[in-house]
């Protein structure tokens, strides 16, 4: 098992920003990616930023340019930082642990989810 807690959540105008934690604790695959998926009222969940281990990242075109994701596997945190905050990006932030071997999924956790409202 592994468990994922989430900080840094909260209210801010638009243009501002915030920073994102999740810590994971448990038994975690030691090559694995750690990201950031999001979903507003009445919207699917949706990826917004993944970093492998390795060190690749991946993020959505609608984010590109504002928010940058980043790792510390010795703490095994993954944050994101968000800067010119839209009203847009207003949701629910979760953090997601996955793994795979040979192909195989083999770990696929979320956080529980931390609230992000940006105002006009």
């Known amino acids: 098992q592994v468990q994922l807690v989430e900080s840094g959540g909260g209210l801010v105008q638009a243009g501002g920003s915030l920073r994102l934690s999740c810590a994971a604790s448990?038994?975690?695959?030691?090559?694995?990616?750690m990201g950031w998926y999001r979903q507003a009222p009445g919207k699917q969940r949706e990826l917004v930023a993944t970093?492998?281990?390795?060190?690749?990242?991946n993020y959505a075109d609608s984010v590109k340019g504002r928010f940058t994701i980043s790792r510390d596997n010795v703490k095994n945190t993954v944050y994101l930082q968000m800067n010119s905050l839209k009203v847009e990006d207003t949701a629910v932030y979760y953090c997601n642990e996955y793994a795979e071997l040979d192909g195989i999924e083999i770990q696929n956790y979320w956080g529980q989810g931390t609230q992000v409202t940006v105002s006009s």
């Open positions: 448990g038994s975690i695959f030691v090559v694995n990616t």
């Open positions: 970093a492998a281990s390795g060190g690749g990242t």
